[in-house]
Nanobody, 127 residues
Framework: VQLQASGGGLVQAGDSLRVACVVS????????MAWFRQVPGKEREFVSG???????SLGDSVKGRFTISRDNAKKTVYLQMNSLKPEDTGVYYC??????????????????????WGQGTQVTVSS
């Protein structure tokens, strides 16, 4: 199973950007997915997660600005980022976790709950 993140770049404060993560191999519809971000010297931070049923959660710092979505047919999870701020700068990683409960409502927010990780995509927001 491989996770390939893309769509990062250099933008200005207030701009929008969408990053995507394509999953190859495995059963995408059974995965809970998430985005984390990290800057040098800091812990990896939960940004947003979405479970296999489409229920989602956002980190406090991005609520009202970011939206996560998934397209099971394309095996892709997206993170739409609006009203970007310089503090949103970091490497954005997508992560996946196999789930077995069909009706699960929980959204996983801890990085140690995820077993599959992509290589990350750099997002830089200039002021």
């Amino acid at each position: 199973v491989q996770l390939q993140a893309s769509g990062g770049g250099l933008v200005q404060a207030g701009d929008s950007l969408r990053v995507a993560c394509v999953v190859s191999g495995g059963s995408f519809s059974r995965y809970a997915m998430a985005w984390f971000r990290q800057v040098p010297g800091k812990e990896r931070e939960f940004v947003s997660g979405i479970n296999r049923n489409g229920r989602s959660s956002l980190g406090d710092s991005v609520k009202g600005r970011f939206t996560i979505s998934r397209d099971n047919a394309k095996k892709t999870v997206y993170l739409q980022m609006n009203s970007l701020k310089p503090e949103d700068t970091g490497v954005y990683y997508c992560a996946a976790k196999t789930t077995t409960i069909l009706s699960e409502s929980r959204v996983y927010t801890q990085q140690d709950e995820y077993t599959l990780w992509g290589q990350g995509t750099q997002v830089t927001v200039s002021s």
